[in-house]
């Protein structure tokens, strides 16, 4: 009805969109800033001291090979204690996270958003602290990591949800594509603030992110807007009517599949109504596994992050160890990897968008990655131009998937046409897969930890690995659209000849 539209809205809703995308990058660009630092940290943590001079007020004597080293780090059991250490934050984050979904759903995203980045922000801080207050004992170390992990899991869901409530599906891989970057983005600017101060008082390397991630929850607080009928606007329509029409004979269909209109209200500005909206019922944990398509891509995620989180914890240790650079370099070179996932991830949205196949997609990145992976460990290292051109190439076909999953298909599946339009589901899906992916991103650095003793070649093989099984773990929802497509051009053909 005209009743209640204000001239000119129109525009105003496009500036509202845009914004709420802008802020929500921003606010998961310091989520991971805070989770950065630790993996730079680590070469710092444990180092050869024989190749470094002993200051002159140095009180350790003069046989003792540690004396440069963090206790409790300085130990040949390091690499499993700094697992340790990573794994605290991991478990709490992958437990977390399927509850932090339920209650995304139920408390305001606002106030949601704005306490978990504040909480955040201290335990950031709290680490670095421990250099500052001279802090040696493992358990505090651990005790932080854990309350950061749980507090971390306030961020996906919430942002997720927030960007599905103001944007419909039309060009949905190519624009959460381009917002997914804010991972890579966060990545690159942990590793670079923690990478100023390593050498000197590794402390300050997350206090300063931890002052950033705090100051942005203020900012969140003041200006997340959280439902577009919250300034007058109507909420985007997930589903056409036509799409819906045509998507009844199969429901198995993935939102994103071959049959969906592509036509949507994320390229027509939404319309302004004063009107409130009955909201719908959040949905069960159970219901939203029965969503097709939320159980597979739920457990390829898993295999996915378990090869992309360990890259994320210990890529700089490992191009420490074998091409001998000092911490700092190490840092800043191991942010190649995420300068590759920001082209994969807008990469893989924008191909899943032109062939609207998203586990396809997903599929054959997988499938590449594998040699690529293999081909890093063994010549990635004989040259500073091979590293470069490897790390790029990995980043991009391992964290394009992981990318897709997390965005598009976590958002194509919360406003699935089975819901029929509920799209309260979507902060559940999204932490259901999430979550799962969770368990793996816990998995993957533990194992790294407990098999780097053996060789690095072992960890390469384990991600190698894991990457088949996330791949193989596609191969039904592949194979049905690869059936879509066949029906859609079969129809193709029939207008034709009409």
């Known amino acids: 009805s005209g009743e209640g539209q204000w001239p000119g809205m129109p525009a105003f809703s496009c500036r509202f969109r845009g914004f709420i995308l802008l802020l929500t990058f921003f606010i998961y660009t310091c989520y991971h800033m805070s989770r950065k630092p630790i993996s730079v940290v680590k070469s710092r943590l444990h180092q050869n001291c024989s190749e470094l001079i ?11 090979t540690t004396w440069c080293d963090w206790a409790p780090f300085d130990k040949n059991n390091y690499k499993e204690l700094l697992g ?20 995304g759903e139920r408390l305001p995203l606002r106030y949601y958003l704005s306490a978990g980045m504040l909480l955040s922000g201290l335990f950031t801080s709290l680490f670095g602290l421990g250099y500052f207050w001279n802090i ?70 997350f206090v300063v992110p931890g002052i950033i991630t705090a100051a942005m929850g203020v ?31 199969n429901p198995e269909d993935l939102g994103s599949g071959p049959y969906t209109n592509k036509e949507s209200s994320l390229e027509t500005p939404a319309r302004c109504s004063k009107e409130p909206s009955a909201q719908p019922a959040a949905i069960s944990f159970l219901g939203a596994l029965r969503i097709p398509g939320v159980v597979e891509f739920s457990l390829c995620l898993l295999f996915a992050k378990l090869v992309s989180y360990t890259f994320l ?6 191009i420490f160890n074998v091409a001998h650079f000092n911490a700092k370099q190490a840092g800043d070179l ?59 190439i990995c980043g991009a076909l ?30 559940t899906v999204t932490a259901i897969i999430d979550g799962t992916g969770s368990i793996g991103a816990a998995l993957g650095p ?53």
């Open 54 to 64: 002993k200051p002159i007020n140095d009180s350790h004597s003069l046989n003792d």
């Open 84 to 103: 340790a250490v990573d794994n605290a934050f991991l478990v709490a984050y992958a437990i977390g996270m399927f509850i932090s979904g339920i209650f």
């Open 136 to 205: 040696h004992m493992l358990w505090y170390f651990v005790l932080i990591q854990i309350c950061n992990g749980l507090v971390q899991t306030t961020g996906w869901p919430s942002v997720v949800t927030c960007v599905g409530n103001w944007f419909g599906k039309g060009k949905r891989g190519l624009i959460m594509g381009i917002w997914n970057s804010h991972t890579s983005v966060g990545n690159i600017l942990g590793s670079l603030i923690a990478g100023i101060w390593v050498n000197e008082q590794w402390g300050l390397s």
């Open 219 to 249: 900012i969140t607080f003041l200006f997340l807007i959280e439902y577009p009928e919250d300034v007058d606007c109507t909420p985007p329509q997930h589903h056409t009517s036509d799409g819906l029409e045509e998507n009844q004979h």
């Open 313 to 318: 914890y210990w890529l700089p240790l490992y």
């Open 334 to 392: 191991s942010t190649l990897f995420d300068v590759g996932g920001i082209m994969g991830g807008i990469m893989a949205g924008l191909i899943s968008d032109y062939t609207n196949g998203r586990a396809t997609t997903c599929c054959i990145m997988l499938i590449l990655a594998a040699p690529m992976m293999f081909l890093y460990n063994f010549i990635g290292q004989s040259g500073i131009i091979n590293s470069i051109v490897m790390l790029i």
């Open 398 to 427: 391992v964290n394009g998937p992981y990318a897709l999953i997390t965005t598009a298909v976590s958002a194509d599946l919360g406003t699935h046409q089975s819901l029929k339009g509920n799209a309260k589901a979507l902060s």
């Open 446 to 498: 533990l194992l790294a930890g407990l098999i780097s003793p053996t060789g690095w070649n072992n960890v390469f093989y384990m991600l190698i690995s894991a990457d088949i099984l996330a791949c193989l773990l596609l191969c039904r929802l592949v194979y049905k659209e690869i059936l879509a497509w066949k029906s859609s051009l079969g129809r193709d053909r029939g207008y034709k000849e009409i």
